[in-house]
């Protein structure tokens, strides 16, 4: 296993070379009026760094590009997709194409998973360290 250090360290390389599609959905997660739904980007966990993750729901949020589409990395995602889970948290992706073509409703997709659903009222999330 990589040590901690090493971790924080590329998970901060990580997020000062983040991609336009990161950037973007950033920008509108730190927006979300939601109280409590603190997230974290570029977040390690486990032997893995997580593009966005909300420690009060153990929710991950990762984006993925036209190169996941490709065998050996959409097996890899998989894999890591499966420890993930398997350590209790809950995985949702987008392509970097729903961010910048319907931003609206990848944030609704990500209230409803917050919250239950589009109606829901927001409500605090505690918070558990990692």
């Known amino acids: 296993m990589v040590s ?9 390389k990580l997020r000062a070379n983040a991609t336009p599609h990161e950037r973007t959905l950033w920008r509108a ?11 974290r980007r570029q977040a390690p966990i486990g032997p893995y760094i997580v593009d966005f993750f909300c420690p009060g729901k153990r929710l991950i949020i990762e984006l993925d590009g036209g190169h996941h589409n490709e065998d050996d990395v959409a097996k890899r995602d998989l894999e890591r997709q499966r420890w993930l ?8 992706r987008f392509w970097n194409s729903e961010v910048m073509g319907d931003l609206t409703a990848v944030l609704e997709r990500i209230y409803v998973e917050l919250y239950g659903s589009r109606d829901a009222k927001s409500s605090p999330l505690k918070h558990r360290r990692t």
Not at 4 to 12: E, G, L, M, V
Not at 29 to 39: A, C, Q, T
Not at 85 to 92: D, K, N
């Open 4 to 12: 901690t250090s090493i971790r924080r360290a590329a998970a901060k």
């Open 85 to 92: 889970e398997g350590e209790g948290y809950h995985v949702i």
């Open 29 to 39: 997660l730190k927006d979300l009026p939601l109280e409590g739904s603190h997230f």
